[in-house]
């Protein structure tokens, strides 16, 4: 089902999360083609946009085959986090801009922040308005439910950040301090749902089409967000469309095609990141594909130790060959 975010329309509600380290314009590419209705990219720092880090400038790339896409900014201050999101707004392809109000880590809290804003719904009301009166395009809020059990303030967040000016929100169900302990609370994502008129995005732990489902009708949301799931299974994303479109559940991917995937996925890797960079960051994908293969521990440590695309590609091939001869072996021994 259609919905928008703004003047966008997103043609269906499967949504990327944003990753740091996963979603990059590769990856991104690839969630588009296996059923994504939206993606959003890795948190990008406002210095490092004001800075014009050359890095920092890297990730912004957007590739045509991946609209509607977000690009997602965190902040401390009004001064840096408005010069990003203008930066975003004029320079580069994205077609909303995210504001990160849920990242836990430290390095970012101490800044003032990511997850810290939830303390305080006055100054999410600051923040986003600061925000959405300086640019054109739409904005949208991605947030946990609080900081800690004694401090959520999951409605009120929500409907600042929707006063604020906001299109859309995203809300994962995990506090900060919870990190990813734990269960997310889909209930206090139910009461967010109940109270707020803008499109709302549930996320944490829709790990399955049935899962999304659940979000969709018992928490009330208008679209899921998945993360985890996703990685090395981007799969999920058409499954869980095709699900929520006709109740029907498609087939799981074999491990071949697990494979021609995680190989495409590396190419991608390589082409924006060059065959040394690209082939590094690919390690920490690599097992997610092979994740439930048979057969496939070795494979695993060797990616994990292997270095440019080459010397990948043979690991995979050589994984793909010994697969066939082991089906071989097995359809002759049932003969
Ligand atoms: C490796 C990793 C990186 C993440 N990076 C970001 C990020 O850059 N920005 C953000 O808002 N959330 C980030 N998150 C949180 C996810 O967007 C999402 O809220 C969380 O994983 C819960 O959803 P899930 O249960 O579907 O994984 C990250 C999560 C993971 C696992």
Redesign the pocket.
């Given at each position: 089902m259609k919905w928008n975010i703004g003047n966008v329309t997103i043609p269906n509600q499967v949504v990327v999360?944003?990753?740091?380290?996963?979603t990059n314009s590769a990856f991104r590419i690839i969630c588009k083609e296996y059923g994504a209705g939206l993606v959003v990219c890795?948190?990008i720092s406002d210095r490092g946009i004001m800075y014009k880090n050359k890095k920092t400038l890297d990730m912004m790339f957007v590739d045509p085959r991946e609209h509607p896409m977000s690009i997602?900014i965190f902040g401390g201050t009004k001064e840096t986090l408005v010069q990003a999101a203008k930066f975003v707004d004029q320079n580069t392809a994205a077609d909303i801009i995210d504001i990160?109000m849920?990242?836990p880590v430290n390095k970012v809290v101490k800044t003032d922040a990511g997850a810290r804003w939830l303390l305080d719904p006055k100054k999410v009301y600051e923040m986003v308005s600061y925000v959405t009166d300086a640019v054109k395009k739409p904005v949208t809020v991605?947030m946990r439910t609080g900081w800690d059990e004694d401090h959520i303030y999951a409605v009120e967040n929500a409907l600042a950040a929707e006063r604020a000016g906001a299109s859309a929100l995203a809300m994962?169900g995990r506090t900060r301090k919870q990190m990813?302990e734990g269960h997310?609370d889909w209930g206090i994502l139910k009461q967010v749902a109940q109270e707020i008129h803008i499109p709302f995005m549930g996320?944490?732990?829709?790990r399955t089409p049935q899962d999304a489902k659940k979000m969709l009708t018992e928490v009330g949301t208008d679209a899921v967000?998945?993360?985890?799931?996703v990685e090395g299974n981007p799969w999920i994303l058409k499954q869980t469309q095709h699900y929520l479109e006709t109740g029907e559940l498609l087939a799981e991917p074999t491990p071949e095609e697990k494979v021609v995937t995680a190989k495409e996925h590396l190419h991608r890797l390589v082409e924006l990141k060059g065959d040394y960079i690209g082939s590094h960051e690919f390690r920490g994908q690599a097992g997610y594909y092979l994740k439930g293969i048979p057969h496939s521990a070795r494979t695993k440590v060797a990616l994990t130790n292997a270095s440019g695309e080459s010397a990948m590609d043979d690991i995979f091939d050589e994984f793909l060959e010994k697969n066939e001869q082991r089906k071989a072996r097995q359809h002759r021994i049932a003969q």
């Open positions: 999360a944003p990753m740091a380290g996963v890795e948190m997602q990160n849920g990242c991605k994962h990813y997310a996320n944490g732990d829709v967000m998945m993360g985890r799931a």
